[in-house]
């Protein structure tokens, strides 16, 4: 069988039999480490790069593996859980590691043992990892995301417990900078302020952070007009735009993931009949209907049921009818198409490509859901690695 998109196998030195049988998703680390690279210059700033949820669906050790070879451009690596921090530290990752999500006064411990830096923002757990002796951690300010962390007009009444245990970093986290609405530069402002009434309680060179992947994109229309360049403080934190997407338009950043189904079996459907789930959709005189192995059990969504196209041999070729669990349904009437061929429904095939953010934009889906759902069952191919 040939194939139109010959990059993994060609990267990896393996044959195409080399490649699952029936889905599969080819992550490019190559391009994820060039996407980094890129958000670093565009920040200028070390970054803590995000690899919370498996790396966005990715392959978070494999990441993290790929961007260590940034050097000093990488302060560290961006959890939210325990378990995240616990999977990257068994694969010999001993980079430094934030977790960016409140913890339970249990893990503190946990937390210690594994070398991770929390995100504190209580007095008593202040209190609590500086009697354990847990060394370094960041405070955490809200700032308007009202999610985590102490309000930033009420940092004042950490002072005491800053008196005790002084934290490495402070940080804060904007709900919408990609807007340009002026509610990241509020954010700012407030942080700003909350940084201020706390000049004297904070060590001289703490690490302050706030940019996310739409902080670092919102900022490079200032550069042409200001003399400030890149992210304020010491870090910023990308996430999904070191994975391609949500800021790829902005920033020019690479596609990343390429998920691939074979077309496992082939049929007519005669004028009048239905398919899939609900029989939503109903051929109009005889249609050639091919059915791909993968469906949202693989993370490709049944909001792309009846109006997502994938790619076969580098063409587009229309999703029929609802997606379901392990099997999409293609109309490939117009289309050339054998058992055993490739499509491919997110990414790049041949001169086709959909991006993460078309195929989200297609669905009315988060871009964020889209990449994390390819963690669910498809195996995931790295290639493009510079070891
Ligand atoms: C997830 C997360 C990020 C990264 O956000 P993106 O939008 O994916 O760039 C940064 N900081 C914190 C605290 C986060 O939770």
């Known amino acids: 069988m040939t194939s139109i998109y010959p990059e993994p196998t060609r990267a990896s030195g393996h044959s195409e039999h080399a490649r699952p049988a029936r889905a599969w998703v080819d992550v490019d680390l190559g391009a994820i480490r060039r996407n980094a690279e890129r958000m670093q210059r565009t920040a200028d700033r070390a970054i803590v790069a995000m690899v919370k949820a498996d790396g966005y669906g990715t392959g978070a050790i494999a990441v993290a593996g790929e961007l260590s070879g940034l050097g000093d451009r990488l302060w560290g690596f961006g959890v939210a859980t325990l378990d995240e921090a616990n999977a990257l530290r068994a694969a010999g990752v001993d980079a430094r590691i934030l977790c960016c999500t409140p913890l339970l006064p249990g893990e ?3 937390a210690k043992a594994l070398g991770v830096r929390p995100s504190l923002h209580r007095d008593a757990d202040i209190d609590a990892w500086q009697a354990m002796q847990g060394g370094a951690w960041h405070l955490a300010i809200d700032t308007g995301m009202s999610r985590a962390g102490v309000r930033w007009d009420e940092v004042d009444a950490l002072r005491p417990a800053l008196a005790r245990s002084v934290p490495e970093g402070v940080f804060t986290h904007f709900h919408s900078a ?7 530069e509020e954010q700012d402002a407030r942080f700003d302020d909350a940084l201020a009434t706390l000049r004297d309680a904070l060590p001289n ?6 940019d996310n992947s739409a902080g670092i994109a919102s900022r490079t229309a200032l550069r042409q007009t200001h003399t400030a360049s890149g992210s304020p403080g010491a870090l910023a934190r990308p996430g999904i735009g070191l994975y391609g997407a949500f800021v790829a338009e902005t920033l020019g950043l690479e596609q990343t993931v390429h998920l691939r189904a074979r077309v496992v079996d082939i049929r007519h459907v005669r004028d009048g009949e239905t398919v899939s789930y609900g029989g939503t959709y109903t051929a109009h005189g005889v249609r ?34 609802i997606v379901s669990m392990d ?3 293609l109309d490939v009437t117009d289309a ?22 078309d195929v989200a934009r297609a669905g009315g889906i988060s871009p964020y859901e889209l990449l994390v759902g390819l963690a669910l069952r498809a195996p995931r191919i790295h290639f493009g690695g510079s070891t």
Do not use: W
Not at 205 to 210: D, I, K, T
Not at 337 to 354: K, P, Q, Y
């Open 288 to 321: 050639r209907i091919a059915t791909i192995a993968a469906g949202h059990g693989d993370g490709y969504r049944q909001a792309f049921s009846g109006k997502g196209h994938v790619l076969l041999h580098g063409v587009p070729v229309p999703v029929a009818g």
């Open 327 to 329: 099997m999409t349904m």
């Open 336 to 357: 050339r198409c054998e058992i055993g061929d490739v499509a491919t429904l997110i990414g790049r095939d041949g001169a086709g490509c959909f991006s993460t953010d």
């Open 108 to 110: 503190l411990a946990d």
């Open 178 to 184: 990609e807007r340009n609405d002026g509610s990241r």
């Open 205 to 210: 060179g703490v690490l302050e952070h706030r």
